[in-house]
């Protein structure tokens, strides 16, 4: 190959890794470039790229383990945040609750999401997704408080999973969701900035 271009994806890491990695891709690699883009600023970018009409508001990004916050004001990122919790985390909490695999713990919510589970069941499960989804919705909006108390009303929501159940949890907050997968929106972001660059 003459050209070869490479994405990683990596949920945190430091100068120190970043450092290494360049390094070690120098060492073997005739470099022209090395892009780092952070996952908030891709997903947004993506967003912002789907959503024009939306310039002002709250982007709320759902991971596996946490939860991407970004406010934005005229098309402009003004402040980020991360919550801890995403949906992986709710699939290992609600697997322990029940003394399932996270397997089947995941294949029960995505059942319980679509209305497709007996009486009895969502009978059981609701009041555990319940809570899980309520603490994820409490700290998400106290973040958000904690960044700009005048924070845009206008909220937009993604996740590769459970999208529905988080939406309907910022309900209240009148939430957007994106329909795109998650790496088709960090595809989008980086074509775009590299078409900017």
Request: glycine share 2%; proline share 2%.
């Amino acid at each position: 190959a003459m050209t070869l271009s490479v994405s990683s994806t990596l949920s945190a890491m430091s100068k120190r890794v970043i450092s290494k990695l360049q390094n070690t891709i120098d060492h073997f690699f005739h470099v022209q470039r090395i892009f780092f883009h952070s996952a908030s600023l891709l997903a947004f970018i993506s967003m912002r790229h789907i959503r024009p009409e939306n310039v002002s508001g709250v982007f709320i990004h759902i991971h596996g383990e946490c939860t991407d916050i970004t406010i934005f004001n005229e098309g402009v990122p003004m402040h980020f945040a991360s919550v801890n919790i995403g949906s992986a985390s709710i699939t290992r909490i609600f697997a322990k609750s029940f003394k399932i695999s996270n397997s089947v713990a995941e294949s029960r919510i995505s059942l319980f999401e679509k209305e497709e589970v007996t009486k009895i069941e969502a009978e059981k499960i609701q009041p555990v997704i319940s809570k899980l989804v309520d603490e994820w919705r409490e700290r998400v909006i106290e973040a958000i408080e904690h960044l700009d108390s005048n924070a845009p009303e206008t909220i937009v929501v993604h996740s590769s999973d459970y999208i529905s159940l988080f939406k309907t949890a910022l309900q209240s907050e009148k939430a957007l969701a994106l329909s795109e997968k998650i790496d088709e929106l960090y595809l989008t972001g980086i074509q775009l900035v590299e078409f900017q660059q």
